[in-house]
DNA sequence: AATTCGGGGAT
DNA sequence: ATCCCAGAATT
């Protein structure tokens, strides 16, 4: 299609931008480390969110060198509660092949950047366009909001080849001047102006630019098909003293959900199970029961994207054992507070305190 | 192309 | 409850 009016729909954005961006913590650097870090966390998590996170984690990893070296458990540590684990993991591999492959540059050409892990499309565009101020696309749910409203593009964002579409779409709009400024302009004014319900046209710097606008009804674009389902999975959760007074945790898995983060043993609720839960668990660690000190604890709920754990806390007393499976261990409470945890049993260490 | 990955705030 | 957020990796 057609859009008669780029050069005066960007510069107008990007005067806005000028005048009422808002004041956030990476936006007083160019360092690419840091733009990289803000990106990263700001991956489906809003900026509020992130705001403290990123300050303590560049306090404490102000360069990629302080990052690379990290040990993971204290990296998770530092993300803890942000969700999307992988993205700290990801976040140090690529840290680790930038230090190694390009002497501590962070790459300014997409090729590059975009081998390196955890960043894609999205990512490689905010960091060469913010940090190294080239004409590259950054489209994220933001912009294509914000783009499907003004271009009237009424093609379905939630399929992946969707994107393209509004990539291109950048690419030519784009302030070529400042590029950095005419991506984060797009997205401020989608955090701002263009929100998805009730967008605030009249507020709006580039209505008059809006096809969506001049239809009468912004709100209904953009259009996005898929909703996910959300599986229910029960858990009771054992959380067992030992005589020394303390509490026996688990390692989860390496890979997957919660990926390398602690919690309290979980035995999940099957319909087929013969045996009880506190059976599997006493089989499962090779330890006895000796008392039951609290068989409701906690019962709770923790909503995750795709799925739903239903949780039964149970408090019980157990004998020591000298042969625990892989990955778990005693632990008093100074030493779990240091161990990163999922939000679900960062409540249930809470009610122990 | 569809699923898997967290958690919280707005409606 | 539902949506969605400065998405990427995996299948």
Same mark, same amino acid.
């Given at each position: 299609m057609k859009y008669p009016y780029i050069r005066e729909f960007s510069s107008t954005l990007v005067n806005w931008y000028y005048k009422e961006k808002r004041d956030l913590p990476w936006r007083h650097t160019t360092d690419p480390y840091k733009i990289?870090?803000?990106?990263?966390?700001?991956?489906?998590?809003r900026v509020d969110t992130v705001i403290p996170y990123y300050h303590r984690f560049i306090n404490k990893y102000p360069t990629l060198e302080s990052l690379a070296y990290a040990p993971q458990e204290e990296l998770l540590k530092m993300w803890e509660g942000l969700g999307y684990?992988?993205?700290?993991?990801?976040?140090?591999t690529g840290v680790r092949e930038v230090v190694e492959k390009y002497n501590s540059k @962070?790459?300014?050409?997409?090729?590059?950047?975009?081998?390196?892990?955890?960043v894609g499309p999205y990512?490689?565009?905010?960091?060469?366009s913010i940090a190294y101020n080239e004409p590259e696309h950054a489209v994220d749910g933001n912009v294509m909001r914000v783009l499907s409203r003004v271009l009237h593009i009424k093609e379905d964002i939630a399929l992946p080849?969707?994107?393209k579409v509004f990539e291109e779409a950048v690419t030519q709009l784009i302030f070529k001047k400042d590029p950095g400024s005419f991506n984060q302009a797009l997205m401020d004014l989608g955090?701002?102006?263009?929100?998805?319900?009730?967008?605030?046209?009249?507020?709006?710097? @580039?209505r008059e630019y809006c096809l969506a606008f001049q239809e009468g009804k912004p709100e209904e674009l953009p259009i996005k098909s898929k909703k996910q389902k959300n599986k229910k999975i029960k858990y009771d959760i054992y959380i067992a003293i030992d005589e020394d007074g303390k509490y026996l945790l688990q390692k989860r898995p390496s890979e997957g959900l919660l990926a390398n983060m602690w919690e309290f043993p979980m035995i999940e609720i099957e319909k087929e199970n013969?045996?009880?839960s506190y059976e599997i668990f006493q089989k499962s660690y090779d330890l006895n029961i000796t008392d039951f000190l609290n068989d409701q604890l906690l019962k709770f709920k923790h909503v995750f994207s795709h799925l739903t754990w239903e949780m039964d806390c149970h408090l019980v007393q157990v004998q020591k054992t000298s042969k625990l499976p892989k990955d778990s261990n005693f632990y008093s409470i100074d030493e779990i507070t240091k161990l990163p945890m999922s939000v679900p049993m960062l409540r249930i260490l809470n009610i122990l305190k």
């Open positions: 990289w870090v803000s990106e990263v966390m700001l991956q489906q998590t684990y992988s993205r700290a993991r990801n976040l140090q @962070v790459p300014n050409n997409r090729h590059d950047i975009t081998k390196l892990k955890g990512t490689a565009g905010a960091i060469l080849k969707t994107k955090a701002q102006i263009c929100t998805p319900t009730s967008p605030k046209c009249l507020l709006c710097p @580039v013969i045996l009880k």
